[in-house]
Nanobody, 130 residues
Framework: QVQLVESGGGSVRAGGSLRLSCAAS????????MGWFREAPGKEREGVAAIGSDGTTRYADSVKGRFTISRDNAKKTLYLEMNSLNPEDTAMYYCAAEGGVGPDTLMATMTYRRNALDAWGQGTLVTVSS
């Protein structure tokens, strides 16, 4: 059974930075495509970033150049480095996993078909104040 546990959320001022982590267990982590999506009240779910088992990455246009996704297969941990945060980044951030796909597919699944994911975590809240 795939289990994902996020951490690292918090409250920051605009322009600040945070690093989210996602600890995985229960499966062959290195073979899975991993990603982050976010949900905010009144906004549509958004796939933020994804990274394939080969390290290929994809980003939403809204975070390109500011966020960096990475993975440590030895530690079974996924990261999201977030810089130049602005109030529009305020949301609950979720870690997600899906096997047998690449990052482009995972981005679409996270955004439009969350229930098709192999797993997602409980989320970590990021609040950015102006």
């Amino acid at each position: 059974q795939v289990q994902l546990v996020e951490s690292g959320g918090g409250s920051v001022r605009a322009g600040g930075s945070l690093r989210l982590s996602c600890a995985a267990s229960g499966y062959t982590y290195r073979r899975y495509c991993m990603g982050w999506f976010r949900e905010a009240p009144g906004k549509e779910r958004e796939g933020v970033a994804a990274i394939g088992s080969d390290g290929t990455t994809r980003y939403a246009d809204s975070v390109k150049g500011r966020f960096t996704i990475s993975r440590d297969n030895a530690k079974k941990t996924l990261y999201l480095e977030m810089n130049s945060l602005n109030p529009e980044d305020t949301a609950m951030y979720y870690c997600a996993a899906e096997g047998g796909v690449g990052p482009d597919t995972l981005m679409a699944t996270m955004t439009y078909r969350r229930n098709a994911l192999d797993a997602w975590g409980q989320g970590t809240l990021v609040t950015v104040s102006s």
